[in-house]
Structures are given as structure tokens and as C-alpha cells.
């Protein structure tokens, strides 16, 4: 599906350029002459107003340029590649929009509990307020979900992992802060995917009892050389493997 | 094609055996109410009898029967466990294994993911609930950490197995040393009475 692979390859981009995904620009407007146009940000504004009331299916080039108030032409000069060119541009430019959003709350934090409890908010407001996310989420699942099992899902997590991790390198080594990136990525897309009755993540006092009760232990845990109780892993699942069905 | 009353669960049952057998072979996209009809041996009046949305009814259904055909095996392999931690660590391997080694699975999502995953989707809330009423117990049996909600724990569990389970990221879920450590720190840790010790109880 059209939509789909451009929206890959801009998943891609972010993951793979090293480039700095916190731009509040598309990552990849970084010099490319056909990228240069002043009209592109326009042009993905004006789309994302044009998904949020009629999904992918039934926007076309002529619906983004009425939008953003210029010609079909200067659509094309912005985006030669057209509709699917566009699309990917607007993945990109959201997701930069998200992390560019997430490093400023991250940032702005002066405690583990803190930063976790920012990142996981906002994370999950943006994404569960997103007005064309919302449409496409309720009318076309299908060009959402893909991204969110299975093959896709495991890269969407490294991507959320390289961002997020060097936001939690102030109390953590580079590995510790890694995991604890994905996992709190996968909080934040389970309770997007399936929103709890229990537990509102926008809610910041909510977010922030999840984070105390489940995520600080989890990390505590595995922080063998201080931990108070260091769990004997080796010993556990040599144990394990003895009697166990994976001996 | 008038309904003349409820068909025979055996029907339906193996309607549903026929369908998935025409999944496997040509994908969710080809397979037809006349291949299920000519797979199972029934005429389509038959399927159309079980399944009053037709197609799209059909492969929804098969889509839920295969997911739960999947649990049911997932509770097999697990149902004996004696604690928390060897429910948690035998169910995560044994479902990540069988994920990886369901070819059905595989090429679908490979092939179509847009005709399964809508129909997932809809499973998950069922399937979430379902994994957390079968922890209950064994949260109840370990103890839960102060101030810690037992159903709210369950939840939480079920969210997680489910988002390893679909992709480990980070970890190699067939490395029980990595299992035993992602069970006791990322899913256990806060939910439990105290640090879990290093032998089941």
C-alpha cells in the first residue's frame, strides 16, 4: 500500500540517518535542492488538516493546495513526487514534531521520576489528541496498525529508543537507559493502542503512580551492584533450565 | 439463502477448520466463501447459514478462532506453572517461539497485514483481558506489593506480555537467562510483595 511505504521510509530516515530527529523541520530538509521549497511546511499543514477530516483515501493533490491556499503547481514544485512524496513528508514531519516535543518536556526534568513521568504524558497526549491520527485510527486502521506489530513495531521501538535513551543518561549507563527507553515506549503504545479505563496517561498524577509503582521498581531491580536485593539471575535459571520445559 | 435457524456449532467449527486451510494455502485476501464451502464440504447456503456477513464475517471469524486456537495452546503449555514467575517465564518463551514458528502467521503478516491486523486489533482488547483473569490467581498466591491493585497489576502484566510477545525489540526472548530478567524487573519488580526470591516458592 502506497501510504505505507512512504510512511517506512520516513520511519527509516529518522532511524537510520542519525540525523537530528528533535528538529522541529523534516530531518531530511537538510539541503536537497527539490526540498527547499518555502511552501512544503504549508503543503504538510494543510494535508494534515485535509486527513483529519477525510483520511488518506479521499485527499488528493487539489484538496492539499485549496487548503494551503496555493496552486496545484506549486504543490508539485514543493513535492515532485505527488501525493505519496506528501504523505511520507507528513509522517516525518510528525514524528519530528513529536520527539521535538518530547525533548522539550524530557529535558525540562530534574529527577528520574520526572522525566519519565514527562515523556510518557506527552507521548501519549500527542499521540491520542492527533487530530488526522484520530481519523485514520477510527476510518482507516488499516494504514495505522501496521506500524504497530509485529516486524513494524520492533522498529518503531528502536526509533523511540535512540531518541528517548540519552534523555534518561543522567541516572542510568547507555544500556540501562536503552531498555528503559523501549519499555516506556511500549507503555506508551499499549495505552495508545488500547486506552485503560483504570489508568488515563494524560493525566500526570496517574502517569506518574504508574511510573512509581511498576517502572522505577523494574528499574531498581536489575541495578544489581546497589540494589539491596540483587536478584541471582544465573543461579535462577540455571535452576530453571534444570527442571523446566526448556531443558 | 433464508436462515432456517442456528447452524450446529460442529458446523461452524468445521467451516472455520476449512476456512483457515484456505488461508494457509492462498492467503486471507483470495480465500472465498466457495473455497470454504468446497474445503469444508458444505454447500454455501451452509456457510452463509453460519455466517450471515458472508466474507467479511467469515474472515473475521477465522481470524478470532485461530487467535484463540493460539491461547488455548499458550494455557496448555503454561497451566501447571506453580508460581508467578514460571507462569510469566514459560508463557513469553513459549509464545514468542510459537509466533515466530507460525507460518499461517508469518506470511500473512508478511503478504497482508492490512486485511489481519484491523481484525487483531479487535481481538487484543479480549485477548488482554483474558491473559490478566488468568494471572489473577497467581497474583493472589504471590502477593501483591502494598498499595498495589490487583486487577490494575493484571492489567498491566497482560499489556506487557502482549507488547513482548508481538516484538521483543531489545530482548532475545530465547535466552531463558533474558526472560528471567525481563519477568522479574520490567514485569514483576512493582507488582509483587518483595524482591521475588531466586527459586520458585
Known amino acids: 500500500m502506497a501510504v505505507k511505504g512512504a510512511a517506512l521510509r520516513v520511519v527509516d530516515a529518522v532511524t537510520v540517518g542519525g540525523r537530528p530527529a528533535a528538529s522541529p523541520r523534516p530531518p531530511s530538509a537538510d539541503g536537497a535542492p527539490d526540498r527547499s521549497s518555502p511552501h512544503r511546511l504549508a503543503v504538510v499543514d494543510a494535508t494534515l488538516a485535509c486527513l483529519a477530516r477525510h483520511g488518506t483515501l479521499k485527499t488528493t493533490v487539489d484538496d492539499i493546495a485549496r487548503e494551503a491556499g496555493v496552486s496545484r503547481a506549486t504543490v508539485y514544485r514543493a513535492f515532485p513526487g505527488g501525493r505519496e512524496e506528501i504523505l511520507g513528508a507528513v509522517v516525518d514531519t510528525e514524528m519530528a514534531r513529536l520527539f521535538s516535543a518530547l525533548g522539550a518536556s524530557m529535558g525540562a526534568a530534574d529527577t528520574l521520576s520526572d522525566v519519565l513521568v514527562n515523556g510518557i504524558t506527552e507521548a ?3 499521540i491520542t489528541t492527533h487530530p488526522a491520527l484520530t481519523y485514520l485510527v477510527e476510518h482507516e486502521p488499516e494504514v495505522v496498525l501496521g506500524h504497530l506489530a509485529f516486524d513494524e513495531s520492533n522498529r518503531l521501538l528502536a526509533t523511540a529508543t535512540r531518541f528517548v535513551g540519552p534523555f534518561l543518561a543522567r541516572w542510568m549507563d547507555p544500556e540501562e537507559s536503552a531498555r528503559v527507553a523501549e519499555w516506556s515506549a511500549r507503555i506508551v503504545l499499549s495505552y495508545c493502542i488500547s486506552p485503560s479505563a483504570r489508568t488515563d496517561l494524560a493525566d500526570r ?14 528499574i531498581r531491580a536489575l541495578r544489581a551492584p546497589d540494589a539491596s536485593d540483587p536478584i541471582d539471575l544465573n543461579r535462577y535459571a540455571a535452576d530453571h533450565r534444570a527442571g523446566g520445559p526448556t531443558a | 439463502m433464508t436462515p432456517t435457524g442456528p447452524p450446529v456449532p460442529e458446523t461452524r467449527q468445521r467451516i472455520l477448520e476449512a476456512t483457515y486451510t484456505c488461508v494457509a494455502r492462498w492467503g486471507l485476501a483470495k480465500t472465498t466463501v466457495e473455497d470454504a464451502a468446497r474445503e469444508a464440504k458444505v454447500s454455501r447456503a451452509t456457510v452463509y447459514r453460519a455466517f450471515p456477513g458472508g466474507r467479511d464475517e ?7 478462532w485461530a487467535t484463540v486456537e493460539f491461547f488455548a495452546r499458550l494455557y496448555e503449555e503454561v497451566h501447571d506453572a506453580v508460581s508467578l514467575e514460571e507462569v510469566m517465564e514459560r508463557g513469553i518463551a513459549f509464545a514468542h517461539r510459537s509466533i ?35 494471572l489473577v490467581p497467581y497474583l493472589r498466591q504471590r502477593g501483591v506489593a502494598e498499595g498495589v491493585d490487583t486487577g490494575e497489576a493484571a492489567d498491566f502484566l497482560a499489556r506487557m506480555v502482549l507488547s513482548y510477545i508481538s516484538a521483543p525489540g531489545r530482548w532475545d526472548l530465547d535466552d531463558p537467562v533474558q526472560v528471567a530478567q ?14 521475588p526470591s531466586a527459586l520458585p516458592p
Do not use: K, W
Open chain 1, 124 to 126: 501519549y497526549t500527542r
Open chain 1, 205 to 218: 498524577r496517574q502517569a506518574r503512580t504508574l511510573v512509581e509503582t511498576f517502572v522505577l521498581p523494574g
Open chain 2, 58 to 64: 467469515l474472515i473475521t471469524a477465522v481470524v478470532s
Open chain 2, 100 to 134: 515466530l514458528e507460525h507460518d499461517v502467521l508469518q506470511r500473512v503478516m508478511q503478504t497482508e497485514p492490512e486485511t489481519l491486523l484491523p481484525a487483531l486489533t479487535v481481538e487484543s482488547n479480549r485477548i488482554r483481558q483474558g491473559i490478566a483473569e488468568f
Open chain 2, 182 to 195: 525481563l519477568v522479574r524487573a520490567e514485569l514483576l519488580a512493582g507488582v509483587v510483595a518483595a524482591a
